[in-house]
């Protein structure tokens, strides 16, 4: 399948994504020192209102993170997932950033693996996503399309390390999404022959 081309923008990707930290120090400590991101900008906000630090992530794409002083504090299960997936809920509230996944190389995913837990962070089961109906599986098929470890920061924010083991095709737009009842608008999806073609509606079943 052609890789999909938005025609209203030229988006090249995430400039950065903002979280919000409880302690700057700490999370230099681990996004530089523990996860080898580069800090490349700092700031300190006008009127002592707090910090802005800036982390390089690759590709030009940058995490940053905002410390505000007075800043309420984390709400686990509703802002952040509870827990890591495979070990607990991982649902969050409407409007949550739920996790971020770093992309990284197939080939080194499983010696990331060990360097993580060299450096002491806990992680989540291996997670081979698959099309079965688990949806994981316990080794690396043909249909495994994409591998997932899954560990916290110093704030509880998710991270993942992810890494794609597949090119998906048309066969991969499969499913319609639901409305916020839980109710599948069929044919938003499924009912389209191509990328930007109206839908057409299919009975549901």
């Not at 300190?44 to 707090?50: A, E, N, V």
């Not at 591998?147 to 992810?162: K, M, Q």
Request: overall charge negative.
């Amino acid at each position: 399948m052609a890789r999909p081309k938005n025609s209203e923008f030229e988006i090249r990707g995430v400039n950065h994504l903002a979280l919000v930290c409880k302690d700057m120090a700490k999370t230099v400590e681990f996004y530089r020192d523990v996860l080898g991101m580069p800090l490349i900008k700092t700031i300190d906000l006008p009127g002592g209102r707090g910090q802005h630090f800036f982390f390089d992530i690759g590709n030009g794409d940058s995490l940053a993170f905002f410390w505000f002083q007075g800043a309420p504090e984390a709400h686990p299960g509703v802002s952040s997932p509870a827990a890591l997936p495979g070990l607990g809920s991982l649902v969050t509230a409407h409007g949550s950033m739920n996790h971020i996944a770093f992309d990284v190389p197939a080939e080194k995913f499983d010696e990331y693996l060990q360097r993580l837990t060299a450096k002491g962070v806990e992680l989540s089961p291996v997670m081979n996503h698959d099309n079965s109906p688990n949806q994981v599986s316990p080794t690396v098929t043909d249909d495994v399309f994409v591998r997932s470890v899954y560990f916290f920061d110093p704030d509880g924010v998710c991270l993942e390390f992810a890494c794609w083991t597949k090119v998906f095709d048309e066969s991969d737009l499969a499913h319609d999404p639901v409305d916020a009842n839980g109710e599948k608008v069929v044919g938003l999806i499924t009912g389209r022959s191509a990328v930007g073609s109206a839908p057409t509606m299919v009975p549901a079943e």
